[in-house]
Structure formats: structure tokens, C-alpha cells
């Protein structure tokens, strides 16, 4: 009685030893998935010249939509370890910019027609006025900071904020070149340049909004 006892107890520890083996066997199984990465691609937004958009304006021609990446790969895993992962497709939607179309007067307007410029940042600012006259620039000659000639399109600004030959769009008065400094030009102001005096007194002085475009473009 006891050696069959004995022999079914030695049994038991065998089947449990088997089932046991196999649970980890199991649990160490290869098996095979496929997963699938997206990532979202943002719309971007591109300033163009029009001809249909009047002096100073700015106004949104066309909405973006954002485009996507999306990848699918096959995992293999041994257990719960990834063992290899293969790119089977690459699945690539573009996005479709924001445009925003800019009319023309201004700093070589017609020069910088089909260029695409992109934005940075938007400014709202302190607006005041210039012209070309030794009176109105301080006896420098006409000529800026960066040595180019005042003229309308040409604009005075801080430096520290605006970095000097940056493109920028002033709602109201058109494209511009960060071209010059001034005195009282500090922080968020800028300083706009005219071809007469009678013009650069009639802005007075008011709030406007710079769109400040890549210098890289």
C-alpha cells in the first residue's frame, strides 16, 4: 500500500512538473503581429502676394487640413519580448497649407510675387510714422541702418525683437524690410517710413499687427 502510494505521489509531481513546463513553454511561445504608428502632419501656413487682396490687407484664402504618416509593421515576439520588427507599408498623406494672401504694395512687392513666405510669429504693435527727410530720419541721408535707401516698405524697429533685414507684413501698410533703428524705437514699436511728411503725420499713432516672416525664406 505504501509503494503505491509512493508511486502515485511520484506521478503527481511529475504531471506537475509536465504542466508546469508546458505553461512556460506557453508562455515563451513565437507568435507574430502586426502593428500599425501614425503620426499626424501639421498644416502648415505659407503668405503669398494677390492681386485681388487690396494694399495692407492680409486675409486667409484657403484652410489647411493636416496630412498623416502611417507605418505597419510586423512584430514578432517571443513571449513578451519583441524579437524583430519590419516595416511592411508606409502610407503618407501630405498636409494642405494655410494661405494667407498679402497684397502687394510695399517693399519690392512685385519682386517677391510666387515666393511662399512662412510665419513665425505675429506682433501687435505700437505703429508710428517717418519719411525720407534729413528732418524726419536724423540727417543720415536717406539711408538706413543697413545702408539700404528709405523709402516706403521700409521699417524701423528694435533689433532685440525684430532682427534687422527680417521680412515683415504691418496690417495697414503693406510689406516691409526691417531696415532701420530709431531712438525711441523700444520693445514693440515701430516706426514706418513714407515718401512725404503729410503721410507719415496721418498715421499717427496706432496699434497694428506685424506678421514676421522666416528670415531663411
Not at 513546463?21 to 502586426?34: L, P
Amino acid at each position: 500500500m505504501r509503494n503505491c502510494s509512493a508511486k502515485l505521489f511520484a506521478l503527481a509531481v511529475i504531471v506537475s512538473l509536465l504542466t508546469s513546463a508546458q505553461a512556460k513553454q506557453s508562455e515563451h511561445a513565437v507568435r507574430k503581429e502586426t502593428k500599425t504608428e501614425s503620426k499626424t502632419l501639421a498644416s502648415p501656413t505659407v503668405y503669398e502676394f494677390s492681386r485681388e487682396v487690396g494694399p495692407g490687407r492680409v486675409v486667409k484664402q484657403q484652410i489647411g487640413k493636416p496630412g498623416y504618416v502611417k507605418k505597419t509593421y510586423e512584430v514578432v515576439f517571443d513571449g513578451d519580448k519583441v524579437v524583430s520588427k519590419s516595416l511592411i507599408k508606409t502610407e503618407k498623406v501630405e498636409p494642405t497649407p494655410t494661405i494667407m494672401a498679402m497684397g502687394r504694395k510695399g517693399y519690392n512687392g512685385s519682386r517677391h510675387v510666387g515666393l511662399r513666405l512662412h510665419c513665425t510669429r505675429i506682433l501687435e504693435m505700437t505703429a508710428t510714422g517717418y519719411d525720407t527727410s534729413n528732418r524726419s530720419n536724423g540727417g543720415w541721408g536717406g539711408r538706413t541702418s543697413l545702408g539700404v535707401k528709405a523709402g516706403y516698405g521700409i521699417v524701423a524697429v528694435d533689433p532685440r525683437l525684430i532682427k534687422l533685414g527680417t521680412l515683415v507684413f504691418v496690417e495697414g501698410y503693406g510689406f516691409a524690410l526691417a531696415a532701420d533703428t530709431g531712438g525711441a524705437i523700444k520693445g514693440k514699436r515701430i516706426d514706418l517710413c513714407f515718401e512725404s511728411a503729410s503721410m507719415a503725420e496721418a498715421i499717427g499713432r496706432r496699434k497694428v499687427k506685424v506678421h514676421v516672416f522666416d528670415s531663411g525664406q
